[in-house]
């Protein structure tokens, strides 16, 4: 991928490349293999643009999103500029999302109660949990999982009453009255069978 983008930048004059080695090897050398050493974080954004509006397009692993995502926000760059994508097991984060999150307020107050049924458990829906499937495991509710990416259909859970929000289309196939918990978030009450 680095030979690519260089040969981007290269080809594009306006194509400005900054290369960041969190854990360079011995042989990596500052200057002439990358630019920076650590991760991509607002310190460095802000000593290498210019000040003026951008749109950001961040895709990295979860933890980096998790903290230079809402680092941006707090930088004040509108919800509407900012666009990401996690990878590795974690699924694709739409837009939407992104501000559900860094507007955490919004929808605090919205308050939806999750019921585990067979867990016997009603509790209030966490708005900074990325799906329903990472609610359930931080409140101690035993659910399935696998690709935790709604390929599998490990995580398929019924759903006997309220609405959910997919975060993307599942590929895995579903009974009716039921709903992937690892790309969903609630949409109003929910009572799970879990
Ligand atoms: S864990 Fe695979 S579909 Fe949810």
């Not at 050493?37 to 210019?50: A, C, E, P």
């Not at 926000?73 to 996690?86: H, L, M, P």
């Not at 992937?180 to 009450?189: A, E, F, G, Q, V």
């Amino acid at each position: 991928m680095k030979g690519h983008l260089e040969s981007l930048q290269q080809a594009h004059p306006n194509f400005h490349l900054q290369v960041c080695y969190s854990n360079p090897t011995e042989k990596d050398v500052e200057g002439v293999d990358y630019h920076h050493r650590g991760r991509i974080d607002l310190q460095l954004l802000r000593s290498t643009l210019k000040l003026m509006r951008y749109q950001f397009y961040v895709c990295g692993p979860r933890q980096m999103m998790e903290t230079l995502v809402p680092a941006l926000a707090e930088w004040g760059v509108a919800t509407n500029d900012i666009y990401y994508e996690s990878f590795g097991p974690a699924s694709l984060i739409k837009h939407e999302n992104l501000t559900r999150q860094v507007t955490k307020g919004e929808t605090a107050f919205q308050a939806f109660t999750i019921t585990f049924s067979k867990s016997g458990k009603s509790i209030p829906w966490d708005p900074g949990a990325d799906s329903l499937l990472e609610f359930a495991e931080s409140q101690g509710i035993e659910v399935e999982s696998g690709c935790r990416a709604g390929s599998c259909g490990s995580c398929q859970t019924g759903l006997a009453a309220g609405e959910v929000d997919y975060n993307q289309a599942p590929d895995a196939d579903m009974d009716s009255g039921h709903c992937l918990l690892c790309i969903t978030t609630p949409k109003s009450d929910l009572t799970l069978v879990a």
